[in-house]
């Protein structure tokens, strides 16, 4: 049974979907005024793991991520570039289709765009306006926060003691919380102000307030209630508490079953914020940094904790990536190479460790997306089976078993999707610093510029060397590795690199 922490009861509780097998979730997506940055792409990283994991356990899954392209930020963006808000949006919503994809997110199920929409939004709010839990004053309709009684429940707040929005004047100077029955209530419609993009409304010109959009969209393309709604912890409140009170008074229906929400990401232990002047978009990134070791560094963290990210937690995370896609090179590496002889390890107990290695994965993801004790089972199964393959040529008896262990650390790890049998990428690149194709020009006369074919460049020059029974070349290699952290193991199948 799959547990998770559900925000609203606060608690882990079983996860029972509506119909056998199937889940339904819907995450909100981005406002798209500008690229995301790397607390945004944790967020949907976090959920693209879940959901991942959710079908990889045999549940249909069904994902509806929304485009929010009409919002004040939009229109702010697009007044301060002198082009439309339509085109601001579909810029960066194409940026973010292309970043999510270049990190290997899952594309939705569906991708609604909020102004696609409105037709959705116009009814919702017409219910709400009908069944007097919404009014309208002035071509803004509001929702009426009291006439909701469960209102704070979600974010653990009481309605009492809270304040009200924010002091917004308008031209003729008034306060916009004056034309609102309770400082609480919030727009569910505005009016259209002068050059704003606006939509026809039984209320005259206007466009959506954030929140309807996102119970309009779910409620279109899931239907009510569903299973999971998820984002960033951020959107707790007040986006989930309003997205919950709209959609649950103009049901009188449960909207979700299960809250989830994601932790925030800090820049060296410090609140990314543009006035600290350490916000850093997804794109930088991914101009120094492979894309599966920032899902692996992700991975090291729950996904509820603060995560901190820094170039030192890069770094360590593309050596312990670096060691997962080592560990299958050599099991494939052994298995190719296996001969016909004894056996030279206990197979049987390799494939019962092999399933329990399994079982721990799958436990630890059951109990709210363990995915830091998950990735250390896989070490531990892999730790074992170099343990119990080290120096040894493998026998084709004990294919079956090494087999086994080679396939399930690929097919876990493909389940955070990552391709750790994949042949380029995070390993290699990442793991060899640049000084090695120096080190190469210098003692192997290497003339490229690529880190990895240095390094073979290097052990061929030591093997050469050793062969040749010059001591003094083979020992330079070997030190001049030594100096940039590595060391040669030497195997009954050639010299292999790994960290010191
Ligand atoms: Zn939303």
Redesign the pocket.
Known sequence: MIRLYDTKTRTKTDLVTLEPGKVGMYV?GPTVYNYIHVGNARTFISFDNIRRYLMWRGFDVTFVQ?VTDVDDKIIAKSLEEGRTAAEVAAEYTEAFIEDMRKVNVLDPDVRPKATEEIPAMLKLIQELIDSDHAYEVEGDVYFSVRSYPAYGELSGRNIDEMEGGHRELRADGKGIEDRKRDPLDFALWKAAKPGEPAWESPWGQGRPGWHIE?SAMSRTYLGLPFDIHG?GGD?VFP?HEN?RAQSEAACGCTFANYWMHGGMLQINSEKMSKSLGNFKLLRDILKTTDPAVLRFLMLQTHYRSPLDFSEERVAEASVALCRIGNAVKNLDWLLKNAEDGPSVLDAAALSVRTEQAKEAFIQAMDDDFNTCKALGEVFELIAEANGMTAEKTLSREDADAVQGVRDLVVELMGVFGIDVAAESGACAANTYPTEVVALAADLAGYDGADAVEAMDALLNARSEARAAKDWACADAVRDGLCGLGFVIEDTPQGPRVALA
């Open positions: 909100c929304n996102c984002g959107l986006h997205e």
